[in-house]
Protein backbone atom coordinates (compact mmCIF):
# COMPACT_ATOMS: atom_id res chain seq x y z
CA UNK A 1 0.00 0.00 0.00
CA UNK A 2 1.29 3.49 -0.84
CA UNK A 3 1.09 6.15 1.45
CA UNK A 4 -1.26 8.26 -0.07
CA UNK A 5 -3.29 5.10 -0.14
CA UNK A 6 -2.73 4.72 3.69
CA UNK A 7 -3.90 8.48 4.30
CA UNK A 8 -6.84 7.83 2.21
CA UNK A 9 -8.29 4.64 4.18
CA UNK A 10 -7.01 6.14 7.44
CA UNK A 11 -8.63 9.72 7.66
CA UNK A 12 -11.97 8.82 9.38
CA UNK A 13 -9.14 7.55 12.12
CA UNK A 14 -7.31 9.97 11.82
CA UNK A 15 -10.34 12.82 12.81
CA UNK A 16 -11.45 10.65 15.76
CA UNK A 17 -7.78 10.80 17.43
CA UNK A 18 -7.67 14.98 16.42
CA UNK A 19 -10.93 15.16 18.12
CA UNK A 20 -9.78 13.44 21.48
CA UNK A 21 -6.74 15.35 21.21
CA UNK A 22 -8.60 18.49 21.12
CA UNK A 23 -10.67 17.29 24.03
CA UNK A 24 -7.96 17.47 26.60
CA UNK A 25 -8.02 21.32 27.97
CA UNK A 26 -4.15 22.21 27.87
CA UNK A 27 -4.50 25.77 28.63
CA UNK A 28 -0.71 26.60 29.51
CA UNK A 29 -2.00 29.95 30.71
CA UNK A 30 -4.04 28.66 33.69
CA UNK A 31 -2.37 27.12 36.77
CA UNK A 32 -5.61 24.56 37.43
CA UNK A 33 -4.84 23.08 33.57
CA UNK A 34 -1.37 22.58 34.44
CA UNK A 35 -2.43 18.60 34.55
CA UNK A 36 -4.39 19.11 31.65
CA UNK A 37 -1.18 20.47 29.28
CA UNK A 38 1.18 17.18 30.87
CA UNK A 39 -1.83 14.83 29.85
CA UNK A 40 -1.65 16.71 26.00
CA UNK A 41 2.18 15.78 26.92
CA UNK A 42 1.12 11.77 27.17
CA UNK A 43 -1.32 11.75 24.87
CA UNK A 44 1.49 13.14 22.01
CA UNK A 45 4.26 10.77 23.45
CA UNK A 46 1.81 7.74 23.04
CA UNK A 47 0.99 8.87 19.63
CA UNK A 48 4.07 8.93 18.44
CA UNK A 49 4.74 5.83 19.89
CA UNK A 50 1.66 4.16 17.75
CA UNK A 51 3.39 5.47 14.30
CA UNK A 52 6.50 3.99 14.66
CA UNK A 53 8.67 6.84 16.62
CA UNK A 54 11.35 5.99 18.83
CA UNK A 55 12.46 7.28 21.87
CA UNK A 56 9.68 9.21 22.61
CA UNK A 57 9.28 10.59 25.97
CA UNK A 58 7.68 13.62 27.74
CA UNK A 59 11.04 16.05 29.15
CA UNK A 60 10.49 18.89 32.16
CA UNK A 61 11.27 22.35 31.64
CA UNK A 62 11.18 25.02 35.09
CA UNK A 63 7.97 24.52 33.76
CA UNK A 64 5.62 23.11 30.97
CA UNK A 65 6.94 20.32 29.83
CA UNK A 66 7.89 19.43 26.13
CA UNK A 67 7.65 15.82 24.21
CA UNK A 68 10.91 14.84 22.02
CA UNK A 69 10.64 11.46 19.38
CA UNK A 70 12.96 10.08 16.44
CA UNK A 71 13.46 7.79 13.77
CA UNK A 72 17.53 7.94 12.76
CA UNK A 73 17.67 5.14 11.41
CA UNK A 74 17.82 6.52 7.15
CA UNK A 75 22.14 6.67 8.42
CA UNK A 76 24.48 9.19 9.46
CA UNK A 77 24.84 10.56 5.50
CA UNK A 78 21.39 11.17 4.87
CA UNK A 79 19.80 14.43 6.66
CA UNK A 80 18.21 15.18 9.66
CA UNK A 81 14.85 16.68 9.79
CA UNK A 82 13.54 18.44 13.18
CA UNK A 83 9.44 19.01 13.26
CA UNK A 84 8.31 21.45 15.62
CA UNK A 85 4.67 22.34 17.29
CA UNK A 86 3.31 23.16 20.33
CA UNK A 87 0.27 21.26 22.01
CA UNK A 88 -0.84 23.54 24.81
CA UNK A 89 -3.93 26.13 23.63
CA UNK A 90 -5.50 29.75 24.63
CA UNK A 91 -7.76 30.16 26.88
CA UNK A 92 -11.24 29.24 25.95
CA UNK A 93 -13.02 32.45 27.35
CA UNK A 94 -15.50 33.53 26.70
CA UNK A 95 -17.67 30.56 27.31
CA UNK A 96 -20.64 32.31 26.32
CA UNK A 97 -19.94 33.08 22.59
CA UNK A 98 -19.16 29.24 21.71
CA UNK A 99 -21.80 27.58 19.57
CA UNK A 100 -20.48 24.57 21.10
CA UNK A 101 -18.65 23.42 24.47
CA UNK A 102 -14.94 24.50 22.98
CA UNK A 103 -13.30 20.95 24.69
CA UNK A 104 -15.93 18.76 22.99
CA UNK A 105 -15.25 18.83 19.61
CA UNK A 106 -17.31 18.55 16.61
CA UNK A 107 -17.14 18.28 13.06
CA UNK A 108 -19.61 19.69 10.68
CA UNK A 109 -19.87 21.36 6.85
CA UNK A 110 -15.57 19.34 6.22
CA UNK A 111 -14.68 21.25 9.74
CA UNK A 112 -13.72 20.16 13.20
CA UNK A 113 -14.57 23.11 15.82
CA UNK A 114 -12.68 23.30 19.41
CA UNK A 115 -10.18 24.64 20.73
CA UNK A 116 -6.96 24.43 19.44
CA UNK A 117 -8.38 22.55 16.54
CA UNK A 118 -6.10 25.07 13.90
CA UNK A 119 -3.64 26.33 16.97
CA UNK A 120 -1.83 24.00 16.84
CA UNK A 121 -3.26 20.31 17.42
CA UNK A 122 -4.45 20.12 13.81
CA UNK A 123 -1.25 21.24 12.37
CA UNK A 124 0.86 19.14 14.97
CA UNK A 125 -1.07 15.84 14.73
CA UNK A 126 -0.55 16.31 10.38
CA UNK A 127 3.65 15.60 10.12
CA UNK A 128 3.07 12.21 12.78
CA UNK A 129 0.34 10.80 11.03
CA UNK A 130 2.40 11.66 8.00
CA UNK A 131 5.48 9.90 9.85
CA UNK A 132 2.86 6.75 10.68
CA UNK A 133 1.94 6.42 6.68
CA UNK A 134 5.96 6.11 5.21
CA UNK A 135 6.60 4.00 8.12
CA UNK A 136 3.76 1.76 7.84
CA UNK A 137 3.55 1.48 3.65
CA UNK A 138 7.87 1.56 3.31
CA UNK A 139 9.11 0.28 6.66
CA UNK A 140 11.42 3.29 7.03
CA UNK A 141 11.86 6.91 6.15
CA UNK A 142 14.36 8.36 3.42
CA UNK A 143 15.41 10.71 6.00
CA UNK A 144 16.32 10.86 9.94
CA UNK A 145 13.57 12.72 11.73
CA UNK A 146 13.13 14.00 15.02
CA UNK A 147 10.13 15.37 16.65
CA UNK A 148 9.90 18.64 19.24
CA UNK A 149 6.26 20.15 21.11
CA UNK A 150 5.88 22.31 23.56
CA UNK A 151 3.70 22.77 26.15
CA UNK A 152 3.84 26.47 26.76
CA UNK A 153 3.79 28.48 23.35
CA UNK A 154 0.76 30.16 24.06
CA UNK A 155 2.66 31.82 26.76
CA UNK A 156 5.15 32.98 25.21
CA UNK A 157 7.63 30.07 25.81
CA UNK A 158 9.30 31.43 29.04
CA UNK A 159 11.26 28.22 30.19
CA UNK A 160 11.92 26.98 26.46
CA UNK A 161 15.43 28.81 25.88
CA UNK A 162 17.07 27.17 28.24
CA UNK A 163 16.21 23.92 27.66
CA UNK A 164 16.83 24.19 23.89
CA UNK A 165 20.67 25.13 25.13
CA UNK A 166 20.89 22.60 27.64
CA UNK A 167 19.28 19.94 25.06
CA UNK A 168 21.48 21.64 22.00
CA UNK A 169 22.57 18.13 20.91
CA UNK A 170 19.63 16.40 20.80
CA UNK A 171 17.76 18.64 19.05
CA UNK A 172 20.70 19.09 16.34
CA UNK A 173 19.32 19.13 12.67
CA UNK A 174 19.93 20.22 9.39
CA UNK A 175 16.69 21.02 8.51
CA UNK A 176 13.78 22.70 10.75
CA UNK A 177 9.79 22.80 9.93
CA UNK A 178 7.53 24.60 11.86
CA UNK A 179 3.98 22.92 12.23
CA UNK A 180 2.69 26.06 13.68
CA UNK A 181 1.79 28.69 11.13
CA UNK A 182 -0.56 28.67 8.09
CA UNK A 183 -1.38 29.50 4.09
CA UNK A 184 -2.39 32.61 3.14
CA UNK A 185 -5.44 31.23 1.51
CA UNK A 186 -7.66 27.92 0.99
CA UNK A 187 -6.30 28.47 -2.90
CA UNK A 188 -3.22 30.34 -2.37
CA UNK A 189 -0.08 29.01 -0.87
CA UNK A 190 2.72 31.13 1.31
CA UNK A 191 5.91 30.76 2.44
CA UNK A 192 6.72 32.71 5.92
CA UNK A 193 10.14 34.45 5.20
CA UNK A 194 10.30 36.75 7.99
CA UNK A 195 8.71 37.30 12.02
CA UNK A 196 8.65 40.61 14.26
CA UNK A 197 10.28 40.38 17.39
CA UNK A 198 9.22 42.32 20.58
CA UNK A 199 10.23 43.87 23.64
CA UNK A 200 8.39 45.76 25.72
CA UNK A 201 7.82 48.19 28.96
CA UNK A 202 5.41 49.24 31.88
CA UNK A 203 6.03 53.24 32.59
CA UNK A 204 5.01 54.06 36.32
CA UNK A 205 4.82 58.28 36.54
CA UNK A 206 4.48 59.16 40.21
CA UNK A 207 3.87 62.85 41.64
CA UNK A 208 2.13 63.27 45.11
CA UNK A 209 2.26 61.07 47.75
CA UNK A 210 -1.86 60.03 47.43
CA UNK A 211 -3.91 61.49 44.95
CA UNK A 212 -5.16 65.42 45.56
CA UNK A 213 -8.04 67.77 45.35
CA UNK A 214 -7.49 69.36 41.70
CA UNK A 215 -8.67 72.82 42.86
CA UNK A 216 -7.48 73.04 45.97
CA UNK A 217 -3.64 71.63 44.22
CA UNK A 218 -4.24 72.43 40.51
CA UNK A 219 -1.42 74.79 39.22
CA UNK A 220 0.65 73.82 42.69
CA UNK A 221 2.12 70.53 41.78
CA UNK A 222 2.48 68.54 38.59
CA UNK A 223 0.14 65.76 37.45
CA UNK A 224 1.24 62.38 36.75
CA UNK A 225 -1.04 61.80 33.60
CA UNK A 226 0.32 65.24 32.01
CA UNK A 227 3.56 64.09 32.23
CA UNK A 228 3.27 60.46 30.88
CA UNK A 229 1.31 61.88 27.64
CA UNK A 230 4.55 64.20 27.51
CA UNK A 231 6.67 61.20 27.50
CA UNK A 232 4.48 59.13 25.24
CA UNK A 233 3.93 61.74 22.69
CA UNK A 234 7.87 62.32 22.50
CA UNK A 235 8.22 59.37 21.36
CA UNK A 236 6.51 59.28 17.81
CA UNK A 237 5.83 61.36 15.48
CA UNK A 238 2.83 62.06 13.56
CA UNK A 239 4.73 61.14 10.44
CA UNK A 240 4.61 57.39 11.85
CA UNK A 241 8.61 58.03 12.45
CA UNK A 242 9.64 56.41 16.09
CA UNK A 243 11.81 59.62 17.44
CA UNK A 244 13.78 57.50 20.04
CA UNK A 245 17.49 58.09 19.37
CA UNK A 246 19.19 54.86 17.89
CA UNK A 247 16.14 53.20 17.58
CA UNK A 248 16.68 52.23 13.87
CA UNK A 249 20.38 51.84 13.68
CA UNK A 250 20.58 48.23 13.73
CA UNK A 251 17.27 47.96 11.22
CA UNK A 252 17.74 45.61 7.89
CA UNK A 253 15.99 47.76 5.43
CA UNK A 254 13.82 46.50 2.32
CA UNK A 255 15.79 45.44 -0.82
CA UNK A 256 14.53 46.05 -4.03
CA UNK A 257 13.45 42.43 -4.40
CA UNK A 258 12.32 42.05 -0.82
CA UNK A 259 10.20 45.04 -2.20
CA UNK A 260 8.94 43.32 -5.61
CA UNK A 261 8.00 40.21 -3.37
CA UNK A 262 5.77 42.05 -1.07
CA UNK A 263 4.07 43.89 -4.20
CA UNK A 264 2.72 40.74 -5.43
CA UNK A 265 0.89 39.80 -2.51
CA UNK A 266 -3.11 41.86 -3.08
CA UNK A 267 -3.01 44.03 -0.33
CA UNK A 268 -6.20 46.57 -0.68
CA UNK A 269 -5.56 49.85 1.54
CA UNK A 270 -9.50 50.99 1.80
CA UNK A 271 -10.85 47.86 2.05
CA UNK A 272 -7.90 47.16 5.09
CA UNK A 273 -9.37 50.10 6.64
CA UNK A 274 -13.12 49.69 5.93
CA UNK A 275 -12.77 45.91 7.67
CA UNK A 276 -10.79 47.62 10.42
CA UNK A 277 -13.62 50.08 11.19
CA UNK A 278 -11.06 53.48 10.60
CA UNK A 279 -10.99 56.29 8.00
CA UNK A 280 -8.08 55.31 6.69
CA UNK A 281 -4.08 53.72 7.07
CA UNK A 282 -1.86 55.07 9.45
CA UNK A 283 2.20 54.65 9.45
CA UNK A 284 5.59 54.99 9.06
CA UNK A 285 5.75 57.67 5.79
CA UNK A 286 7.77 56.59 3.09
CA UNK A 287 6.47 53.21 2.90
CA UNK A 288 3.56 50.87 1.93
CA UNK A 289 0.47 50.02 4.54
CA UNK A 290 2.21 45.71 4.16
CA UNK A 291 5.42 47.00 4.59
CA UNK A 292 4.87 48.71 7.51
CA UNK A 293 2.89 45.46 8.75
CA UNK A 294 5.47 42.80 8.53
CA UNK A 295 8.66 44.51 7.74
CA UNK A 296 9.06 47.65 9.63
CA UNK A 297 9.52 48.15 13.45
CA UNK A 298 6.92 49.62 15.35
CA UNK A 299 6.21 51.95 18.71
CA UNK A 300 2.55 50.50 19.98
CA UNK A 301 1.14 51.80 23.68
CA UNK A 302 -1.22 48.88 24.53
CA UNK A 303 -2.48 50.51 27.78
CA UNK A 304 -2.81 53.41 29.80
CA UNK A 305 -4.28 54.44 33.32
CA UNK A 306 -4.25 56.76 35.91
CA UNK A 307 -6.83 58.37 38.41
CA UNK A 308 -10.56 58.40 38.71
CA UNK A 309 -12.01 56.08 36.02
CA UNK A 310 -15.70 55.77 37.67
CA UNK A 311 -19.30 57.61 36.60
CA UNK A 312 -19.17 60.95 36.32
CA UNK A 313 -16.37 63.45 37.99
CA UNK A 314 -14.04 63.10 40.50
CA UNK A 315 -11.60 66.34 41.02
CA UNK A 316 -8.62 64.25 41.76
CA UNK A 317 -4.74 65.30 40.70
CA UNK A 318 -3.99 61.52 40.05
CA UNK A 319 -0.83 60.07 42.29
CA UNK A 320 0.15 57.63 39.77
CA UNK A 321 0.10 56.87 35.81
CA UNK A 322 0.61 54.05 34.09
CA UNK A 323 1.31 52.87 30.38
CA UNK A 324 2.59 49.65 28.52
CA UNK A 325 4.53 49.82 25.77
CA UNK A 326 5.58 47.09 23.21
CA UNK A 327 7.68 47.38 20.12
CA UNK A 328 7.42 44.89 17.71
CA UNK A 329 11.30 44.39 16.05
CA UNK A 330 12.97 43.44 12.54
CA UNK A 331 16.45 42.23 11.94
CA UNK A 332 18.65 42.83 13.08
CA UNK A 333 17.11 44.77 15.90
CA UNK A 334 17.91 43.00 19.97
CA UNK A 335 14.97 43.27 22.60
CA UNK A 336 17.89 44.15 25.12
CA UNK A 337 19.18 47.06 23.39
CA UNK A 338 15.65 48.72 22.41
CA UNK A 339 14.54 48.19 25.83
CA UNK A 340 17.34 50.47 27.14
CA UNK A 341 17.07 52.90 24.43
CA UNK A 342 13.07 53.41 25.88
CA UNK A 343 14.36 53.73 29.43
CA UNK A 344 17.02 56.08 28.41
CA UNK A 345 14.70 57.98 26.21
CA UNK A 346 11.92 57.86 28.79
CA UNK A 347 14.37 59.27 31.76
CA UNK A 348 15.40 61.57 29.76
CA UNK A 349 12.23 63.15 28.42
CA UNK A 350 10.68 63.32 32.51
CA UNK A 351 8.77 66.64 33.15
CA UNK A 352 9.63 68.41 36.52
CA UNK A 353 7.78 67.77 39.69
CA UNK A 354 7.55 63.99 38.89
CA UNK A 355 9.46 60.76 39.05
CA UNK A 356 9.62 58.15 36.84
CA UNK A 357 9.79 54.37 36.66
CA UNK A 358 10.69 51.59 33.93
CA UNK A 359 10.15 48.07 34.28
CA UNK A 360 10.49 45.67 31.35
CA UNK A 361 7.89 43.48 30.28
CA UNK A 362 8.44 39.27 30.31
CA UNK A 363 7.94 37.75 26.89
CA UNK A 364 10.76 39.83 24.86
CA UNK A 365 11.63 37.79 21.40
CA UNK A 366 14.50 38.02 18.72
CA UNK A 367 12.83 38.50 15.09
CA UNK A 368 13.19 36.19 12.52
CA UNK A 369 14.57 36.62 8.95
CA UNK A 370 15.07 32.96 6.45
CA UNK A 371 18.21 33.90 4.23
CA UNK A 372 17.47 34.07 0.48
CA UNK A 373 17.92 30.52 -1.14
CA UNK A 374 17.37 29.15 2.24
CA UNK A 375 17.23 24.81 1.87
CA UNK A 376 13.97 23.95 3.78
CA UNK A 377 11.61 26.87 2.34
CA UNK A 378 13.06 26.15 -1.33
CA UNK A 379 11.67 22.57 -0.57
CA UNK A 380 8.69 23.52 1.29
CA UNK A 381 8.01 25.99 -1.69
CA UNK A 382 8.21 23.75 -4.19
CA UNK A 383 5.31 20.92 -1.94
CA UNK A 384 3.37 23.71 -1.75
CA UNK A 385 3.29 24.69 -5.33
CA UNK A 386 2.38 20.60 -6.15
CA UNK A 387 -0.25 21.17 -3.57
CA UNK A 388 -1.96 24.03 -5.09
CA UNK A 389 -0.82 24.41 -8.53
CA UNK A 390 0.82 27.66 -8.29
CA UNK A 391 3.74 29.08 -6.54
CA UNK A 392 3.76 30.59 -3.07
CA UNK A 393 3.89 33.92 -1.70
CA UNK A 394 7.00 35.21 0.33
CA UNK A 395 5.71 36.86 2.92
CA UNK A 396 6.21 38.47 6.76
CA UNK A 397 4.36 38.09 9.80
CA UNK A 398 4.28 41.10 12.21
CA UNK A 399 3.59 38.53 14.95
CA UNK A 400 6.07 37.13 17.22
CA UNK A 401 6.88 33.14 17.72
CA UNK A 402 9.86 33.08 20.09
CA UNK A 403 10.90 29.33 19.65
CA UNK A 404 11.99 30.03 15.73
CA UNK A 405 14.82 32.89 17.15
CA UNK A 406 15.59 30.43 19.72
CA UNK A 407 15.82 27.40 17.93
CA UNK A 408 18.06 29.46 15.48
CA UNK A 409 20.26 30.84 17.74
CA UNK A 410 21.19 27.68 19.59
CA UNK A 411 21.31 24.90 16.90
CA UNK A 412 22.37 27.46 13.52
CA UNK A 413 19.53 26.43 11.54
CA UNK A 414 16.22 29.05 10.66
CA UNK A 415 13.30 26.97 10.42
CA UNK A 416 10.39 26.98 7.73
CA UNK A 417 7.09 27.45 9.02
CA UNK A 418 5.13 24.64 7.18
CA UNK A 419 1.33 24.50 8.40
CA UNK A 420 -1.83 24.81 6.93
CA UNK A 421 -3.91 27.09 9.08
CA UNK A 422 -6.00 29.95 7.54
CA UNK A 423 -6.56 33.12 9.19
CA UNK A 424 -10.25 32.87 9.17
CA UNK A 425 -10.23 29.72 11.82
CA UNK A 426 -10.85 31.91 14.64
CA UNK A 427 -7.53 30.88 16.11
CA UNK A 428 -7.38 32.35 19.98
CA UNK A 429 -11.50 33.05 19.32
CA UNK A 430 -14.42 31.46 20.12
CA UNK A 431 -15.63 29.00 17.74
CA UNK A 432 -11.88 27.72 16.51
CA UNK A 433 -11.77 25.34 13.71
CA UNK A 434 -10.00 23.56 11.48
CA UNK A 435 -11.02 22.26 7.76
CA UNK A 436 -10.64 18.66 7.04
CA UNK A 437 -9.03 19.67 3.67
CA UNK A 438 -6.24 21.28 5.42
CA UNK A 439 -5.53 18.24 7.81
CA UNK A 440 -5.50 15.96 5.14
CA UNK A 441 -3.02 18.75 2.90
CA UNK A 442 -0.81 18.81 6.02
CA UNK A 443 -0.15 14.82 5.94
CA UNK A 444 0.33 14.73 2.19
CA UNK A 445 2.77 17.84 2.56
CA UNK A 446 5.01 16.46 4.92
CA UNK A 447 5.02 12.79 3.05
CA UNK A 448 6.24 14.73 0.01
CA UNK A 449 8.80 16.57 1.72
CA UNK A 450 10.35 13.34 2.93
CA UNK A 451 9.64 10.94 0.21
CA UNK A 452 9.21 13.08 -3.18
CA UNK A 453 12.10 16.09 -2.53
CA UNK A 454 14.36 14.83 0.43
CA UNK A 455 14.56 11.43 -0.69
CA UNK A 456 15.94 12.39 -3.93
CA UNK A 457 19.35 13.47 -1.86
CA UNK A 458 21.83 10.82 -2.01
CA UNK A 459 23.50 12.37 0.99
CA UNK A 460 23.17 15.37 3.25
CA UNK A 461 26.28 16.90 2.04
CA UNK A 462 23.83 17.76 -1.28
CA UNK A 463 22.05 20.12 1.29
CA UNK A 464 23.27 23.48 2.04
CA UNK A 465 22.08 22.79 5.38
CA UNK A 466 22.69 26.45 6.90
Known amino acids: MSWNNYLEDNQKRFVGELSDFISIPSVSASDEHFKDVEKAGEWVVARLKQAGLKNARMMPTETHPVVYADWLQAGEDKPTILVYGHFDVQPA ?21 GRGASDDKGNMLAPILAAEALLSSTGQLPVNLKFFFEGQEEIGSPTLAPFIKENAKLLNADMIFSSDGGQWGENQPSLVTGLKGLVGCEVTVSGAKGD ?113 ITCRLVANQKPEKIYELLRVHIENNVPPGVSVEVKQLAGSANPFLV ?70 KGQVGYCTVSYTHLRAHETREDLVCR
Open 93 to 113: DPLDLWDSPPFEPIVKDGKIY
Open 212 to 324: QHSGMHGGGIANPIHALSHIIASMKGLDGKITVDGFYDDVVDLTAEDKKAVAKIPFDDENYAKELGVTETFGEVGYTTPERLWARPTYELNGIWGGYQGKGTKTVLPAKAHAK
Open 371 to 440: PHGHNSSQIAGRVLHDLYGKEPFNIRVGGSIPVMSMLLEELGVPATMFAFGLEDEQIHAPNEFFRLESFM
